[in-house]
Each structure stands twice: as structure tokens, then as C-alpha cells.
């Protein structure tokens, strides 16, 4: 796919990107090797290749889930000025 100077300028039109006709070349060229460089990596044979996460075999160290805080709800809440089942309850703001 190759893109032509009017399809860069319409784009920059389109991206409110004030562009001259010399600007608009140079950005021609470097989009045409963008998509000359996608072009060649669609034509990979990547039949039987497992997608991967990461280019290497890395994996997080997990830990056990298990609780470490206590529940200090109740002290939080004291300061609230109205608290109801544990909720903080707050004026209604829409009618």
C-alpha cells in the first residue's frame, strides 16, 4: 500500500496539522517505509508459533493470598458524620 502526497495533505487536514507540500513528501516516504516494513512481517510463515506475554520466559513470584490487616472499619467510621450497616452515607446530590 502506498500512500500519495494528497492522502498525507487530506490527513493533515483531517489532524488540523498545517503542513507545506515539501513536509508533506518527507512524511509520504517515512509512512510508506512504515507500512514496507508492516508489509514484510505479514509475510512470515508464524504457522505453529505460540504467542508469548514477553520475549522472555519471566514469571512473577507469587504469594499465598492470604489476609495481613485487620478490619478497621469501625475506627474509620467513627469520625463519619452519618454511617448506616458499615456504608458511609452521603446527601443525595441529583433530583
Given at each position: 500500500?502506498?500512500?500519495?502526497?494528497?492522502?498525507?495533505?487530506?490527513?493533515?487536514?483531517?489532524?488540523?496539522?498545517?503542513?507545506?507540500?515539501?513536509?508533506?513528501?518527507?512524511?509520504?516516504?517515512?509512512?510508506?517505509?512504515?507500512?514496507?516494513?508492516?508489509?514484510?512481517?505479514?509475510?512470515?510463515?508464524?504457522?505453529?508459533?505460540?504467542?508469548?506475554?514477553?520475549?522472555?520466559?519471566?514469571?512473577?513470584?507469587?504469594?499465598?493470598d492470604v489476609v495481613t490487616e485487620s478490619d478497621?472499619?469501625?475506627?474509620?467510621?467513627?469520625?463519619?458524620?452519618?454511617?448506616?450497616?458499615?456504608?458511609?452515607?452521603?446527601?443525595?446530590?441529583?433530583?
Amino acid at each position: 500500500m502506498s500512500l500519495s502526497t494528497a492522502d498525507i495533505e487530506r490527513l493533515a487536514k483531517l489532524a488540523r496539522i498545517d503542513i507545506d507540500a515539501d513536509e508533506a513528501r518527507d512524511v509520504r516516504d517515512k509512512l510508506d517505509a512504515i507500512l514496507g516494513l508492516v508489509n514484510q512481517l505479514q509475510g512470515i510463515d508464524t504457522v505453529g508459533v505460540m504467542p508469548m506475554a514477553h520475549a522472555q520466559d519471566v514469571m512473577l513470584p507469587l504469594r499465598e493470598d492470604v489476609v495481613t490487616e485487620s478490619d478497621h472499619r469501625d475506627h474509620y467510621q467513627r469520625g463519619a458524620p452519618a454511617v448506616a450497616a458499615g456504608l458511609y452515607l452521603v446527601p443525595k446530590v441529583i433530583e
